[in-house]
Every structure is written in C-alpha cells, then in structure tokens.
C-alpha cells in the first residue's frame, strides 16, 4: 500500500486512490459527534447559503456552520462539538459548512473511495480502509496549511494503524499543545468555540465507527459505517 500526504484545501485537488480527508478541529469531530448521537447522516456543503438551501429541502434538518472559525449570524449551533453533542440530533440529518474540512471533501473530486475523519474515528477509518485494501491511499490534513497540526498528528496516526504500529498520541500532539492557538482555544476566547471542544477533539478512537463520503441526487453525505 502506498500513502501519500497532501496539505490543505489545494491537497485535497489533486488527491487520488482512497482519499482521507481529515479535520480535527473540528468539522469531522462534529460529524462523528452527530453520527453517535442518532443523525442519520451529515450534509457536507461548501457555501452558507448552500447550506440554508439544503436545509430546506430536508425535513427537521439542522445546520452547523462557521465561516474562517466564526459563528454564522442565524445560525445557533456552530462548528462545534460540544453543541452538537448537546443537541437532540437523533433521526435528523446535520448540514455541515466549514473553511477547512468541508471544502476539502467538495474538493476531493479525483477520490476512488472518500472518507472524512478525526481523531475521534481514527483506527475505525484505518480498519475500514485496510478491509478494502487499496493499492494508494491519501491523506489531505485540510488545516495543516493554516498552521493546524492536529490534523497532521491525525493523519499520522491512522497512517501508524494501517502499518501495524502503536502510535504516539501524545508526542504527535505536541506542536499543538506548544503552540499559541492551544493556549487561546483552551481559554474559551473565539466565539463558538467552548473549551470543551478542543478535549472531546483530541480524545482519539471515541467510537467504532468510519465515515465514508458518497454522494447522491442531494450531494455530498456521509453515514456511520461501523468497523
């Protein structure tokens, strides 16, 4: 099996094989958290107003969105989540727009097979992978090109279970906790972003679950697939 690494939005465009398209915090937090709390799937969409759109169309849907890491005004559950585990979600479906992991999957065009992944699904998306056996598979760490490198840690992590390792959460995390932007998250400073956030994030293999990405009449969905 061959593993290539891309950083970013502009990665994802150009990735290829069996594509891992990873945001950990924390828009594929979100999904997983929405998944395990009863949703029947989660939405991907790149614009806002895409989202509203979508919305719309779907009976008791909810949108979770932010715009470069902000709440969006109308919208009362950000990209977080903390608020999406504290919603009642069971049987709906999650529109999710976000500036880093949601544009990397509507990116993703070239992919054979697309999973959208985090921390919290991390050995289930490696295990999911490893059954199918691909000859190439491709990480996109979305946020690594914004200074996020949590989602290199991530990407390096599943990477470790795919060859039979035992990864080194803690030493894979540790330009995250030296860094300035941990310090303000864990403060609770940006608007939308409980601290709690950042720890329900970085908790790895919370559920048993991968989240591979397809897409139908509707778009880009993704669902609960367990490992």
Same mark, same amino acid.
């Given at each position: 099996?061959?593993?290539v690494h891309?950083?970013? +939005?502009?990665?994802?465009r150009?990735?290829?094989g069996?594509?891992?398209?990873?945001?950990?915090?924390?828009?594929?937090?979100?999904?997983?958290?929405?998944?395990a709390?009863?949703?029947v =799937?989660c939405?991907l969409v790149a614009?806002?107003a895409e989202? %509203? %759109?979508?919305? =719309? /169309?779907i009976?008791?849907?909810?949108?979770?969105?932010? +715009?470069?890491?902000?709440?969006?005004e109308?919208?009362?559950i950000?990209?977080?989540?903390?608020?999406?585990?504290?919603?009642?979600?069971?049987g709906?479906t999650?529109?999710?727009?976000?500036s880093?992991?949601?544009?990397?999957?509507?990116?993703?065009s070239?992919?054979?097979?697309l999973?959208? /992944?985090s921390?919290?699904?991390?050995?289930?998306?490696?295990?999911?992978?490893l059954?199918a056996?691909p =000859?190439?598979?491709?990480?996109?760490?979305?946020g690594?090109?914004r200074?996020?490198?949590?989602?290199?840690? /991530?990407?390096?992590?599943v990477?470790?279970?795919l060859?039979?390792?035992?990864p080194?959460?803690?030493a894979?995390l540790?330009?995250?906790?030296?860094?300035e932007?941990?310090? %303000?998250?864990?403060?609770g400073?940006?608007?939308?972003?409980?601290?709690s956030?950042?720890?329900l994030?970085?908790?790895?293999?919370?559920?048993?679950?991968a989240?591979?990405?397809?897409?139908?009449?509707l778009g880009?969905?993704?669902r609960a697939?367990?490992t």
């Amino acid at each position: 099996m061959e593993v290539v690494h891309r950083d970013g +939005v502009a990665g994802a465009r150009g990735a290829v094989g069996t594509v891992v398209v990873i945001d950990v915090l924390r828009a594929f937090t979100v999904s997983a958290y929405a998944l395990a709390g009863g949703a029947v =799937e989660c939405r991907l969409v790149a614009e806002v107003a895409e989202a %509203r %759109r979508l919305a =719309e /169309c779907i009976e008791g849907s909810v949108i979770s969105a932010e +715009v470069e890491g902000l709440p969006v005004e109308g919208i009362p559950i950000s990209n977080s989540p903390t608020m999406v585990r504290d919603a009642d979600l069971r049987g709906r479906t999650l529109v999710q727009r976000t500036s880093s992991g949601t544009q990397g999957v509507v990116a993703a065009s070239g992919a054979e097979r697309l999973y959208a /992944c985090s921390l919290a699904v991390a050995s289930a998306t490696a295990r999911a992978i490893l059954a199918a056996g691909p =000859e190439l598979v491709t990480f996109v760490a979305t946020g690594s090109d914004r200074g996020h490198p949590e989602d290199t840690a /991530c990407a390096a992590y599943v990477e470790a279970v795919l060859r039979g390792e035992e990864p080194n959460l803690e030493a894979l995390l540790a330009p995250l906790y030296r860094s300035e932007r941990y310090q %303000r998250l864990t403060r609770g400073s940006q608007p939308g972003f409980p601290p709690s956030d950042v720890e329900l994030s970085l908790a790895a293999d919370r559920f048993d679950f991968a989240m591979p990405v397809e897409r139908d009449a509707l778009g880009l969905r993704l669902r609960a697939v367990p490992t």
